[in-house]
């Protein structure tokens, strides 16, 4: 059996290199995995850097195995038996970066500890935007910093796909959050719960000495630059795991910490917490634009593009040849 799937032709911008084929193996399960009828699938700054190349090594050994390597956000209907997850289930969740995407496709192949049942109030799109941001906003509130009621936060790049998630969440545990942001979605982030809404240019001599965590989201800043706008004792946490080693010498004297964060794959137990947040109206999906399949290529520009919020989606709902 084949499928529709976006594939890529060699290494280089998604632009160019990606395109939708008619003619691609159906996956078959193996082991502990289960059959998705995908019917959304994020696209990330993730897929677009394992396109260019970024990551060769891994990806050199995925496409060994499969010709999908992109879409690791996925939200579908199960079409074969898990332990736990039964034919017909509705479910959302995030394969393992390491291993490779699999949700640019009508069908994918994914483990069942990775997923779990969608929350109920939402749709397909908006399920497939919430593991990722959700997960790894949940990572840096539960597990880099111990914050109590009244601490203040700043969450640098606040609309994007992490941070819409960072804001709610924030809001939700007691704290109060700064939010920084492009003036095209200021508004946005006073809905989410924003208590302060800044620009991307940080004024850090008018904020010095305030904030107990700085969350940068975009993973852009400069640690020795913003320091200074920690408390004693605060924390700068960055989704960047690639840079700032030399600051991390300098916050162990000035008596600051950084911390790094990387979620690798979704965990059942925690997108259960999830459904159950979404589910009791605390925290919800935050989606820019949805794309048909046929359109991927427009999905990846838009996810570079000025004004973006939140998670770019793709949809297999209607496509012919997913159906």
């Keep these: 059996m084949v499928m529709k799937a976006a594939v890529f032709t060699g290494y280089g911008d998604p632009l160019a290199r990606v395109m939708v084929r008619s003619d691609v193996d159906e996956p078959r399960v193996k082991g502990d995995e289960i059959l998705v009828e995908v019917r959304a699938s994020s696209v990330m700054l993730l897929d677009g850097e394992v396109i260019k190349g970024d990551y060769k090594l891994l990806s050199e050994k995925w496409l060994k195995k499969r010709n999908v390597v992109t879409g690791f956000e996925v939200a579908g209907i199960a079409r074969s038996d898990g332990k736990q997850i039964k034919h017909g289930d509705e479910i959302y969740g995030y394969v393992n970066i390491l291993k490779g995407g699999v949700g640019h496709a009508c069908y994918a192949v994914v483990p ?8 109920k109030n939402v749709n397909f799109e908006e399920a497939a935007g919430l593991p990722v941001g959700m997960m790894t906003a949940m990572d840096a509130f539960e597990n880099k910093v111990l914050l109590h009621e009244g601490d203040e936060v700043l969450i640098h790049g606040a609309a994007g796909g992490v941070g819409v998630y960072a804001v709610q969440l924030a809001k939700k545990y007691g704290v109060r959050v700064t939010a920084s942001c492009g003036k095209e979605n200021e508004e946005l982030m006073k809905q989410l719960g924003a208590d302060e809404v800044c620009s991307h240019e940080l004024d850090v001599e008018g904020m010095a000495g305030r904030f107990m965590m700085l969350y940068d989201v975009a993973g852009n800043l400069d640690y020795l ?31 600051k910490h950084i911390e790094k964060q990387m979620v690798l794959e979704g965990e059942k137990g925690i997108l259960k917490r999830i459904t159950e947040m979404v589910e009791n109206g605390e925290v919800r999906p935050v989606i820019d634009e949805v794309y048909a399949l046929d359109r991927i290529v427009h999905a990846y520009k838009r996810v570079h593009e000025h004004g973006k919020h939140g998670r770019v989606i793709v949809t297999m709902h209607g496509q012919m040849g997913c159906e």
Aim: hydrophobic share 35%; proline share 5%; aromatic share 8%.
């Design 225 to 255: 630059t913003i320091r200074d706008m920690l408390e004693p004792g605060g924390k700068y946490v960055t989704t960047a795991i690639d840079r700032d080693y030399k600051a991390m010498v300098h916050s162990t004297i000035d008596g």
């Design 112 to 119: 069942e500890s990775a997923m779990y049942v969608k929350p």
